[in-house]
Structure formats: structure tokens, C-alpha cells
């Protein structure tokens, strides 16, 4: 019989949705016969959560305490400094034993963005720490649902600085990565299609600075010529239609909205965030630490479950290149 699957679950924001999301997947039998979870994180806050949402009580065995902060530290719902630490040592943590064998793969619950940032982390989202941490030449973020996926080109910066980071490398780094990480899931040549990044595609650089023609008409050229099945670049506003969505296996994105919006428009509850280009498995929520519910019992796990499923099923065979 073969050996269930050790899987880091990294807590998010202790402030967060991320200790109750936790709770229900290390109480959820579907989830633990699919693999070992192993929630990394602090038990008196899982505790304490259990307590406040009515939730039953971790096995002490499936959660690694690591002793990051301390109830008296914050309160939940709030951005705090205190609440950016820790989870951001629940991820380096993660990180580190995935990297030694300890566990093979890595499941993250949301952080808060403005909080790690208060805690002096440089990198602003799960992402670009990954990135960093595991040494990767080649990485992007990807989306993806039942009904579509998304991988994106740039992620966590401001739109003005969107056009200065598009390159014909950059753009094919991204298409290359989603192309091997669909062949995976798909089992055959992906069919993709790579969006503009101006309005009705710069309408022959009537909008925009040409980026349609100077950047990402080579790439996909470029693409196509080692064998890729890919069209573009076309216009974002009709990229998604339904007949393009159903005929289509990815989409390669410029900016974090240009996807996102739409995934979290029809698959807020089930879409998956993953990591390209790692060395092991990394799945993530695809929503935020929903401050406003948190420690309430209201959230719901599926996008947690969704992610979890997905990293088990890349265990041995990692979305990477």
C-alpha cells in the first residue's frame, strides 16, 4: 500500500481565517485519507480558535507548534506586526523541511499583506517568498478551477509598473511553465491563449506603448515555433467569452486583475493558487485572511480542501519544469 503523502499546511495570519480553515481540514476525513496534513502553525491559537467557532479540537500530533506568537499578541480580525511574523515563519518553516524531504508538499491558508509587510518582510505575497526561499531561476503564480486556469506574467505590483516588466523572456518563461504544468494535469498539449495587456489589444498601437507588437507577439511566435498550441495576443474583454473558456486550457495573464477577477467572479469557492517552478508541490487558497468573518465559524474551507487535493495529486510529479 502506498504511503500517504506528509503535507505541510502552513496556518496563515493568525488574525485570519487561516485557524479555522485548519481546524476544518484536520477534522474533515476525506482530507486526512488523501494524505497526512500537518498544520504549521501554533496550537493555542488553533485552540483558542476551536474554542471561539465551536470547532473540534486539533490533534496536537498533526499540528507542528512552533510558538510564533502568543494570544495576548493580537486580537482576531486585526492587522497586526506580530500576526505578519508568524505567519511568515509558518511559511519559511514549511519551506525549509519541504526542501529537506520532511514533507512533500506545501498547502498555504492567507496571509495579510499589510501585516507581513508591518513585520519587515520584503517580498509582498506567498509567491515571491517561495521564489526566494527555494532558489528558483523560473517561477510564476497560476490559477486554476474547474473551469478555467490563469497564469500570470506579473503579479503583486502597482499598474504602472506592469509595462516596464514585460519582457519577450519573461513572457515566455511564463508560457513555458504553464505549458509543461498543463501537459501534467491535462495529460496532452495544452491549447492556450495570451491576452494583451492594452484595451482591445492596442489596437494596432492605437493604446499603449506597442507592448502587443514590440514584446508579446514575438513571445508567442516564439512559442509556437517549439511547438506550443497558442493564440494571442488577443483582447482581455473577449479573451474570456464562454466559447473561448471552453476551448481553452490556460491563459497566460499580464497582471494579477487581468485573471483574477474573473476566477474569483465564477470560482471564488474551488480555484486553487499554485506555484510554478518549485521543487515540490505548492498549493494556496485562492482568497484572502477575510478579516471581517474571521474566528466567526463562517468561512469556507472548500478552496482549502481544492488546494489540498491538488498538491497530493502533484506529489512525485511537481508542476515544475
Partial sequence: ??????????????????????????????????????????????????????????DASRV??????????????????ATGAASYRYITQAIDEALAGGVQG???????????????VSEPGHTEIFSRRTKV??????????????SFVTVHVGYHEVPDLLSVERILEVIDLTREAMKRIRGREPRMVVNGLNPHAGEHGLFGQGEEERIILPAVEAARETGADLIGPLPPD?????????????????????GHILMKALAFDRAVNTTLGLPFPRTSVDHGTALDIAWKGLANPGSLY???????QQVGNPVAP
Avoid: W
Fill in 238 to 258: 473577449t479573451a474570456f467569452l464562454e466559447d473561448r473558456r471552453a476551448e481553452t486550457d490556460a491563459y497566460i495573464c499580464m497582471y494579477h486583475d487581468q
Fill in 64 to 81: 507542528r507548534d512552533l510558538q510564533a506568537i502568543t494570544l495576548g499578541d493580537f486580537q482576531p480580525g486585526t492587522v497586526n506586526r
Fill in 306 to 312: 481544492a488546494a489540498t487535493r491538488l498538491a497530493v
Fill in 137 to 150: 531561476e523560473r517561477s510564476c503564480m497560476m490559477l486554476t478551477a474547474d473551469i478555467m486556469t490563469c
Fill in 1 to 58: 500500500m502506498q504511503k500517504k503523502p506528509i503535507i505541510a499546511v502552513t496556518m496563515g495570519d493568525p488574525a485570519g481565517v487561516g485557524p479555522e480553515l485548519c481546524l476544518d481540514l484536520l477534522a474533515d476525513a476525506s482530507m486526512t485519507e488523501a494524505c497526512t496534513p500537518r498544520v504549521y502553525g501554533d496550537l493555542s491559537v488553533l485552540e483558542a480558535c476551536a474554542k471561539a467557532t465551536g470547532k473540534a479540537k486539533p
Fill in 106 to 120: 506545501v498547502v498555504t491558508a492567507p496571509i495579510n499583506k499589510e501585516a507581513i509587510r508591518a513585520a519587515g
